[in-house]
């Protein structure tokens, strides 16, 4: 088969260049070579391809097809050896997932430095707080704020997810300032569903509490609860990531700052190791280096 395709190559050439002996010097061979190849052909497809004269060649009008299945031949052939050649450059489309506040505050900056590195990535993030069926949902990765996982998934720790309690300087002036644990219970905590809501595990050093909240407003989406605190509607459990940026800008107060929430971690979910696709590694190893500097 590889003469075959030789031979074709050497066909393309030959039309191209005008003659044998310049097909032969192109692809470096001698003349006598690129002349058995031009007979291989015409012996493969049964009949004279090629008019020749002292002065000139041309294609006979079975040759006239037959170059039209050389060039496809070739085409084929090329497309052939780049899948070896691109066997080590991650590409193609990537699904991944991954809560709203995270895709917003870390995810999507960072994607922009990703797509340099690898062009011929195409990410398709579908955003959504809740677990969702890898399989079913034809999703690559999953980034997920959790501590705990689903064990029948493989999970990559990316990096940790500090959280604080936070309040609007306007919430804070009409409601007052908590100054323990305990008196939460005379303020509206707002809370999110994905991680309970009906009670918050605040820790001080070895100290910990359990503190029941309510507050009249709860919700699925963390952006929707960043928007709630921001609007001065209550205090709310939120990542730093999502609020240290409004702190600094004066929009939220840290509230409790000595009483800390457990630290969760922001992982990468796939369903195999072994058949994780080489795109998926990129963007784990990629979101690995850079959130751990974060």
């Not at 084929?76 to 050649?85: I, R």
């Not at 971690?265 to 796939?270: N, R, S, T, V």
Request: contains cysteine; glycine residues 6%; neutral net charge.
């Amino acid at each position: 088969m590889m003469d075959r395709i030789i031979a074709a190559k050497v066909l393309l050439k030959t039309i191209e260049r005008g003659s044998a002996a310049g097909a032969a010097e192109e692809l470096g061979m001698s003349r006598a070579m690129a002349s058995r190849y031009i007979a291989s052909m015409e012996d493969w497809s049964g009949t004279r391809l090629l008019h020749r004269t002292t002065r000139q060649l041309s294609l006979t009008s079975a040759g006239e097809r037959v170059i039209e299945l050389c060039r496809e031949i070739v085409r084929v052939a090329d497309a052939v050896t780049e899948v070896g050649a691109d066997a080590d450059t991650p590409q193609g489309l990537l699904r991944v997932t991954a809560p709203g506040i995270l895709a917003e505050t870390q995810l999507i900056p960072l994607l922009s430095e990703f797509a340099d590195h690898y062009s011929r990535i195409r990410i398709d993030l579908q955003i959504s707080d809740r677990s969702v069926d890898l399989v079913q949902d034809r999703i690559d990765v999953a980034i997920r704020i959790a501590n705990r996982l689903d064990p029948s998934l493989i999970a990559k720790r990316l990096g940790q997810c500090p959280s604080r309690l936070y309040a609007s300087r306007q919430y804070l002036e009409k409601k007052g300032t908590p100054n323990t644990p305990e008196d939460l219970k005379d303020h509206r905590c707002l809370t999110y569903t994905h991680l309970g809501g009906a009670e918050w595990i605040l820790e001080k050093g070895e100290a910990q509490v359990v503190v029941p909240v309510a507050g009249g407003f709860q919700t699925n989406d963390a952006l929707a609860l960043r928007r709630a605190t921001l609007s001065a509607l209550g205090i709310a459990m939120l990542p730093c990531f999502a609020a240290d940026q409004e702190v600094l800008a004066g929009k939220l107060v840290v509230v409790l700052p000595e009483w800390k929430p457990s630290t969760l971690g922001i992982h990468a979910l796939y369903v195999s190791r072994r058949h994780l696709p080489m795109a998926a590694r990129a963007l784990i190893d990629f979101l690995a280096e850079r959130l751990r500097q974060a």
